[in-house]
């Protein structure tokens, strides 16, 4: 159908921004094993005699029984979990820090939960040390600070805690917090996916895509990528359909790409939701379908997607699964223009002067709208419109 649009994509390899990798693992990924069906009675008894005696330990045990407890004594749980934690046992402070994050069995308060977490991050608790680093990289609870998330993460990256690992190997990608250094990426993301972190896979692919910090590999780069997608990891899932796509690293196959596309698609990521627009529009490994093409097209475009903009204003050009309508047209080429996108600035030029002045003017203030409903860029909106005059 064209040249641009999601094939741009594809052409330069335009793989998905690392931007969701940091994890913070379920709140007793640390402690003893749940309970696999229901509570002993008799080990429930000899805890709750050593609760109440003041082991701190029995009390965080006792509380982790409770909530593994298929019933779910979540209140239970939380009583025991404070009055561990009140003692200064780490495990505890942490499960109690997890509790007020998320609000369960006590009033949601995310600097109470900062406080425990820094009391058993200070004590080297792992989980800890990388919930709080977590904390600082979207500054929830404290104040943004990128180094001191890297410097909190790399505090449990060192004792082998597979979420930290993963995280601090993002953050020397991205340069976030951190000297960006390709190999300590590669270096620290590989040791987390020893220690079960599958999401570490999808950053270990880009850099043999990309061969930064490894030599190039394609092949390894396809195997990375699927082992993070078999994990249900839509990132993940989108760059395997573009090597699909491409041919690069697997045998060139459309369906397959289609097959992931959608997976990852129906996650609601935006380039996935693209590809499988480019898929319905060209035919390529599905029947041709514009207007399922316009519909996926138009969720993409929604997440402010360039390659999803071009291409639903083609659609709309040329009245392909959607009525035909220039000034849609001319928003969304607008739309993709401020991304940089050179085939849309072309594009919305050649179809401005077909339009009347009037048309132009409707068209831009629904580029105006959108700007202001979506919240984008100011600067990058005014240099849409001065592309379109």
């Known amino acids: 159908m064209h040249r641009n649009g999601i094939l741009q994509v594809v052409a330069v390899f335009g793989l998905c921004v690392l931007a969701n990798l940091a994890v913070i693992e379920p709140a007793f990924s ?80 995310i600097p109470e939960a ?61 340069g976030t917090g951190i000297k960006r250094d390709y190999r300590q990426a590669y270096d620290w993301c590989e040791r987390a996916t020893r220690h079960g972190m599958n999401e570490a896979y999808h950053c270990l692919g880009y850099l043999y895509a990309e061969g930064k910090g490894v030599r190039r590999d394609y092949t390894k780069a396809a195997e990375m990528f699927g082992k993070a997608a078999e994990t249900g990891m839509a990132a993940a899932q989108t760059d395997l359909a573009i090597l699909y796509l491409s041919g690069k690293g697997v045998a060139q196959s459309d369906a397959r790409a289609v097959w992931w596309f959608h997976r990852a698609a129906e996650q609601g990521q935006a380039l996935a939701q693209a590809g499988l627009g480019f898929a319905y529009a060209s035919g390529r490994g599905i029947t041709r379908d514009y207007r399922r093409a316009a519909e996926w097209l138009r969720h993409s475009a929604e997440q402010d997607e360039p390659a999803a903009q071009h291409d639903l204003a083609i659609l709309c050009e040329k009245g392909l699964g959607v009525p035909l309508d220039y000034i849609e047209s001319y928003k969304w080429f607008a739309l993709a223009s401020a991304h940089g996108e050179n085939a849309s ?42 592309i379109a005059k």
């Open 345 to 386: 600035k072309a594009r919305l030029k050649e179809l401005a002067e077909i339009m009347t002045a009037r048309q132009i003017e409707r068209a831009r203030a629904r580029v105006a709208e959108w700007q202001s409903t979506h919240h984008s860029s100011e600067s990058r909106f005014a240099n849409a419109l001065d």
């Open 114 to 174: 900062i406080s425990w977490y820094r009391r058993a991050a200070e004590q080297d608790w792992p989980a800890a040390q990388n919930a709080l680093g977590y904390a600082y990289s979207r500054g929830e609870g404290v104040p943004s600070d990128a180094k001191q998330a890297a410097d909190w993460y790399r505090k449990a990256a060192e004792q082998n805690y597979g979420p930290a690992e993963n995280n601090l190997g993002v953050a020397y990608f991205s």
């Open 30 to 109: 640390r402690s003893l094993p749940p309970a696999s069906n229901s509570i002993d009675p008799s080990a429930l008894a000899e805890l709750e005699k050593e609760s109440e005696a003041g082991d701190r330990e029995a009390q965080y045990r006792l509380a982790v029984l409770y909530e593994s407890d298929p019933e779910k004594n979540e209140v239970e749980a939380a009583r025991w979990f404070q009055q561990s934690a009140e003692q200064g046992y780490a495990p505890a402070e942490f499960a109690l820090g997890r509790l007020y994050e998320l609000g369960r069995s006590v009033d949601l308060d």
